[in-house]
């Protein structure tokens, strides 16, 4: 079972600082997480439990929850939702999908009816303000999405207002250098699962074997295109980025997929914004 290789939850504790930020929102707390791919083999009820109990144990401002609810069927999501349910915040828990969410052509309506049903904001494409209109919260349509179009929501936000921007896949944050966004919160990359002490996710090194391949060899076996399929930007994987005048932070997940984890444990983000 890959649970059994993901190794210990880990809990990440960081502080961003925003520029503009107003001082009432200084030591503002968001607890993130990310790609649950709820099932009993790539996500145990007990790592599930530990991380709702880690986040309400923080007591958040801001649940944010960054996609990928489940791995293909969009059935878990119902069970799942029951256990979201119990994430405790003082303005709500605001949530985007991921790719899985939109497997199929029904998922992306029932995921989000049973998010929800129990409380859950979905946002897709739509900007928020739970916490006054001195700061937006925008979440993205996935990359995958064909309403993936950023443009359209970004270009109505106010410069001048501090923005964070939920967006699962991390690639996009190369697409929203254009605009101001003070903190994207992504995940989907896992953190590559497999990381080399001291050299980052196995995968940049592999992709750059990839490369080296012939392209008409390439084209013919499936596995060698699919790390780009999944992600161009490996050496934005996991951990807080600068990307133009931008921050990323990418989230490692909850879920995992074979062949397991090492040194990449999944976790659950505790972020604390501050006046830059």
């Known amino acids: 079972m890959h649970q059994l290789l993901s190794g210990a939850l880990s809990i ?5 600082k925003i520029s503009n930020l107003p001082p009432s929102l200084a030591g503002l707390k968001l607890v993130q997480m990310s790609d649950f791919h709820y099932d ?3 996500l145990s009820e007990k790592m599930l439990i530990e991380a709702i109990a880690i986040s309400n144990a923080a007591k958040p401002d ?6 990928d609810y489940v791995n293909t069927i969009a059935k878990p999501i119902h069970q799942l939702a029951l256990r979201l349910k119990n994430l405790e915040s003082l303005y709500g828990t605001y949530a985007i999908l991921g790719n899985h969410d939109i497997y199929y052509p029904s ?10 049903n129990v409380g859950i904001n979905v946002l897709s494409n739509q900007i928020a303000y739970p916490v006054g209109k001195k700061l937006a919260l925008v979440g993205l349509a996935d990359f995958y999405d064909r309403e993936f179009n950023p443009e359209v929501i970004m270009n109505q936000l ?3 207002t501090p923005c964070i921007v939920l967006s699962h896949q991390p690639d996009t944050a190369e697409i ?13 990359s896992h953190g ?20 080296r ?23 934005w994987s996991e951990g807080l980025h600068i990307v133009g005048n931008n921050q990323l932070y990418v989230n490692r997940g909850l879920g995992t997929y074979f062949p397991g984890r090492l040194f990449c444990p999944p976790e659950v983000t505790i972020i604390t914004l501050e006046v830059s």
Not at 12 to 16: A, F, H, P, S
Not at 206 to 211: E, F, L
Not at 214 to 229: D, G, N, V
């Open 62 to 67: 801001l649940v944010i929850l960054t996609g």
């Open 213 to 235: 391949i012939p392209k008409k060899i390439r084209r013919k076996l499936p596995f060698l295109r699919k790390t780009h399929s999944i992600l161009r930007h490996w050496q």
């Open 176 to 188: 929203l250098k254009k605009w101001r966004v003070d903190l994207q919160l992504s995940g989907h």
């Open 40 to 42: 009993d083999d790539l």
């Open 158 to 160: 106010d410069s001048t």
């Open 12 to 16: 990440e504790k960081l502080t961003v």
């Open 107 to 116: 998922s992306k309506l029932e995921i989000t009816n049973a998010l929800t």
């Open 192 to 211: 590559g699962q497999i990381v080399i002490p001291g050299l980052g996710p196995a995968m940049i090194y592999y992709t750059k074997i990839v490369k």
